[in-house]
T-cell receptor, first 112, second 116 residues
Framework: AQSVTQPDIHITVSEGASLELRCNYS??????LFWYVQSPGQGLQLLLK??????LVQGIKGFEAEFKRSQSSFNLRKPSVHWSDAAEYFC??????????FGQGTRLTINP | ETGVTQTPRHLVMGMTNKKSLKCEQH?????MYWYKQSAKKPLELMFV???????ENNSVPSRFSPECPNSSHLFLHLHTLQPEDSALYLC???????????????FGEGSRLTVL
């Protein structure tokens, strides 16, 4: 079955620094892939999605992600983080027609 | 109201109590979901409803009983829960069907459940 793995449980970066969160997927064909963000005390919100075509995907809040088939990866990036980016980030992949399976999540802490 | 609304936001119950969580969506979607989020586990899909019909039950114990009276409302009835059931329960909605599912789920803010 399709799955995603987020190797980093917790990442700390300084405000203004660049960010890369890792996501690896397991799927034989070209997958649909998603990144969601969960701010403290909130539900999840879609940041961006990849279906096909251009492998560099732009999302909301200045985030982007790059699909790399050779590495089975879909890493999330941001050139300069803001304190408001502190949150938990989830990579996700569909399983079947109606089910979305999430990775374990990466908690992002921002140092002032 | 817009989006997905969950009530109550916080619930404390004893193991012998019966309570319910409510979810309402105002997005015109036809699929609704319950997810469980625990401190040390990934998000776990519990149930999926499409056009009011249950299409997925992810081996959830019978002490959790979902109800979907229409495409806009979803309930999770709770009875004789265990302390390990303490978690954040998230409701989500989406467009339904193979052609309509884009992978975009719209989540509520969750109901934080504590079982004593």
């Amino acid at each position: 079955a399709q799955s995603v793995t987020q190797p980093d449980i917790h990442i700390t970066v300084s405000e203004g620094a660049s960010l890369e969160l890792r996501c690896n997927y397991s799927y034989g064909a070209t997958p649909y892939l998603f990144w969601y963000v969960q701010s403290p005390g909130q539900g999840l919100q879609l940041l961006l999605k990849y279906f096909s075509g251009d492998t560099l995907v732009q999302g909301i809040k200045g985030f982007e992600a790059e699909f790399k088939r050779s590495q089975s990866s879909f890493n999330l990036r941001k050139p300069s983080v803001h304190w408001s980016d502190a949150a938990e980030y989830f990579c996700a992949i569909p399983q079947g027609a109606q089910k979305l399976v999430f990775g374990q999540g990466t908690r992002l802490t921002i140092n002032p | 109201e817009t989006g997905v609304t969950q009530t109550p936001r916080h619930l404390v119950m004893g193991m012998t109590n019966k309570k319910s969580l409510k979810c309402e969506q105002h997005l015109g979607h036809n699929a609704m979901y319950w997810y469980k989020q625990s401190a040390k586990k990934p998000l776990e899909l519990m149930f999926v409803y499409n056009f009011k019909e249950q299409t997925e039950n992810n081996s959830v114990p019978s002490r959790f009983s979902p109800e979907c009276p229409n495409s806009s409302h979803l309930f999770l009835h709770l009875h004789t829960l265990q302390p390990e059931d303490s978690a954040l329960y998230l409701c989500a909605s989406s467009h339904a069907g193979l052609a309509g599912f884009t992978g975009e789920l719209f989540f509520g803010e969750g109901s934080r459940l504590t079982v004593l």
